[in-house]
């Protein structure tokens, strides 16, 4: 095989050849340091959004973190809502006509008493056991003795039916009387 060898035509041609790229060479390296500049500052850029984007991400992680709690508090919360809702639903089933009927019968004003009321029960339970409870335990004691007053007040009664003149004394006190709502015959 056989190396071909240049010739002095062939230097002179690669040199003439090689002026031309030598100036191109030259009028290209003011081109690369624009492109230089150009490239620093797009690193410059870069760098900076790649910061901001680094934040975001640390920011974003924050949140996915407490939306995981948030999800987690929730998923508990459901759980014990659906344990609570799942014993109670036999019971609200069933009372569920009566609350209905309710409902529809149900005035605001009367709520409004039931309120009222409610609001009331520590002083009625107050007073019931204080004032109302004691004088029920001694009323089986006072039964004896109202029925002795009333067989005594009947006795009265026919004692004084018996004197002479006390008959038209009790007339005209009975017409007198006659229309009072509250008589009643003791006999």
Same mark, same amino acid.
């Given at each position: ?11 002179? $041609? /690669?040199?003439? &050849?090689?002026? *031309?790229?030598? @100036? !191109?060479?030259?009028?290209? +390296?003011? =081109? #690369? ?14 760098? $900076? /959004?790649?910061? &901001?984007?680094? *934040?975001?991400? @640390? !920011?974003?992680?924050?949140? +996915?973190? =407490? #939306? ?120």
């Amino acid at each position: 095989m056989r190396l071909p060898v240049p010739g002095p035509r062939d230097v002179i $041609s /690669a040199l003439e &050849r090689g002026g *031309e790229q030598v @100036e !191109a060479l030259v009028g290209a +390296v003011p =081109r #690369a340091l624009v492109l230089l500049g150009d490239a620093e500052r797009l690193m410059v850029r870069a760098s $900076s /959004a790649i910061d &901001r984007v680094r *934040e975001v991400t @640390e !920011a974003a992680n924050v949140v +996915v973190v =407490r #939306a995981s709690g948030v999800v987690d508090d929730a998923d508990a919360a459901i759980g014990r809502v659906t344990t609570l809702t799942d014993s109670l639903e036999p019971s609200l089933t069933r009372l569920q006509p009566t609350l209905e009927t309710l409902a529809d019968t149900t005035h605001p004003d009367e709520v409004a008493a039931l309120v009222r009321l409610v609001d009331h029960l520590p002083e009625l339970t107050s007073r019931v056991e204080d004032d109302v409870l004691p004088v029920l335990a001694t009323l089986g004691s006072v039964a004896p003795d109202v029925h002795d007053l009333l067989t005594v007040a009947r006795e009265l009664n026919d004692i004084l039916a018996k004197i002479p003149g006390l008959g038209r004394i009790r007339s005209r006190v009975e017409e007198e009387e006659g229309d009072d709502a509250t008589e009643a015959d003791v006999r």
